[in-house]
């Protein structure tokens, strides 16, 4: 791992400025310029015709469905939508590009000029500034077999799949971002996080970074504080976790900073993220563009979306976001620091959900982000990755308001269903969790209680209603928890002639 300067030693000598390039797969039945399927986890080399491998020939057609969701993509993003572009050849070797360049837009993007609003954890927003939404397609895999870090270093051989090849790209590009400071890092994870959580309200994408099917380009560069121009940027590469895009925008700020400090430069340079170390490795020279020798892709006619389709793509936008925490705040009364916390858990699409499917918002709001997010932090994992739906835990909150649960019976259930046991009436009825609401039972463990406890009994007969816990404990215990405590309670006092 390179030498890194302290934190603060950074911002004390340089301001950061980032950009952000972010890409997306769509979600579209078929590649962008051929009629091949994109479903993830193929075999290998199956989902590939003559025009994704580039043969001699073979003529590209452009998928209208992806272009409907790059615009639709841009509106979301209040961006400009350009009544005329083109796409662009770009050319360079890689081993995974069978056409040896990639079918891409250049200086005429669908869509520019466009922001998006940031809300931080602390409640504070920043307006990240939108360059350019442009089209384009993806690569294929390279896959590196031996060797120690699944790196093309070290590696014996190498295999190519093809099968993502063609799938249809939205890159959404940055302006500069200047000004963040200290925050930069936060900053860059948080417009990753809000752009994921819009492209997956425009169901335009499944955003899975797991999957790779959207990945997040982090530009890095440092200014002296007294200078004018920007430093030298690295760009590290396809990173694929909001919590990596964080440590590699701080690990990048901390290792520029040692060299400048040093005397020496920054290479302009693409840079791989190392998930482990949370550092980042040298990768290729990053070339400008006029290396890549752009010109007008010569097979596809330029693209004019009629203004009156714009705007009827703007119709079909649902509820952004942004739009859907201002009501739910008003409408479910919470706070600021309340909506805050469930920003910051990733809590509000699954509440919602949950009030949807019946439970009251305090209810929701209560097991996502108080139960079940420390399920999810013990088992390191998003809580949207738990094994348990909205409507599950909307069944829940119903089986505790019908009495058919205590709350600490309802955690039980809970952890049944997501140990994969089933439905929560199925754990109920597989694990013999159901609340013992039948009086004569209850009685029977009531006075079994106080028959063996005649201490205390005589402590409540005498008038010490607070030793009456004592036997309720007794009894709950009797019945592994599920009785009603405050029904014992009654219980308990009236087999004792007191009342409460």
Not at 15 to 23: I, Q, R, S
Not at 312 to 334: D, N, Y
Request: proline residues 5%; hydrophobic residues 40%.
């Amino acid at each position: 791992m390179a030498d890194l300067m302290d934190y603060d030693e950074v911002l004390a000598t340089f301001d950061p400025v980032l950009g952000l390039e972010v890409h997306v797969e769509l979600s579209t039945q078929t590649k962008m310029f051929c009629g091949c399927p994109t479903e993830f986890g193929a075999e290998p080399n199956t989902q590939v015709c003559q025009t994704c491998l580039g043969m001699p020939g073979a003529l590209p057609v452009v998928n209208g469905k992806a272009v409907e969701s790059a615009i639709r993509i841009g509106l979301a993003l209040n961006c400009d939508i350009a009544p005329w572009c083109r796409f662009a050849r770009k050319n360079y070797f890689y081993p995974d590009m069978p056409k040896n360049f990639q079918t891409s837009q250049y200086d005429e993007p669908i869509a520019f000029n466009g922001y998006l609003d940031v809300m931080l954890e602390d409640g504070e927003t920043v307006r990240v500034e939108i360059e350019r939404a442009h089209m384009e397609e993806d690569t294929g895999k390279s896959l590196h077999v031996g060797g120690a870090t699944g790196r093309i270093h070290g590696a014996e051989h190498s295999l190519l799949d093809y099968n993502r090849a063609g799938v249809p790209l939205v890159e959404i590009v940055t302006k500069p971002i200047v000004g963040a400071g200290a925050r930069a890092p936060e900053v860059a994870r948080a417009y990753v996080a809000t752009l994921r959580d819009l492209l997956k309200s425009l169901d335009v994408s499944d955003v899975r970074m797991d999957q790779g099917s959207l990945r997040c380009d982090a530009n890095v560069s440092l200014m002296a504080k007294d200078a004018t121009e920007f430093g030298t940027r690295t760009e590290t590469k396809n990173v694929n976790s909001l919590r990596s895009v964080e440590r590699a925008v701080r690990y990048e700020m901390r290792r520029q900073a040692v060299l400048l400090t040093q005397g020496g430069s920054i290479r302009q340079e693409t840079r791989h993220f190392e998930e482990a170390s949370g550092s980042t490795r040298a990768g290729r020279p990053k070339e400008t563009s006029e290396d890549y020798r752009y010109f007008p892709e010569p097979d596809l006619v330029p693209i004019a979306p009629p203004a009156e389709w714009i705007e009827e793509l703007r119709a079909t936008l649902p509820e952004l976001p942004g739009e859907r925490r201002r009501r739910i705040q008003q409408e479910w009364s919470l706070s600021d620091a309340e909506l805050r916390d469930l920003e910051n858990a990733g809590a509000v699409a699954l509440v919602a959900a949950t009030v949807a499917a019946g439970a009251s918002p305090d209810e929701a709001r209560s097991w996502w982000v108080s139960y079940l997010l420390a399920q999810a932090n013990q088992r390191q994992v998003e809580l949207t990755e738990l094994p348990v739906t909205p409507a599950q835990v909307a069944r829940v909150v119903a089986l505790v308001a019908e009495g058919e649960l205590t709350n600490k019976l309802a955690r039980q259930v809970v952890d049944g269903v997501l140990a994969g046991e089933g439905e929560p009436d199925e754990v109920v009825a597989a694990r013999g969790l159901k609340v013992v609401s039948d009086d004569s039972a209850l009685q029977t463990a009531v006075e079994a209680a106080l028959a063996a406890n005649p201490d205390v009994a005589d402590k409540i007969r005498g008038g010490k209603v607070a030793a009456a816990g004592a036997i309720v404990g007794a009894v709950m215990k009797a019945t592994k928890g599920q009785a009603d405590a405050k029904r014992v309670r009654e219980l308990v006092l009236a087999a004792a002639g007191v009342e409460g």
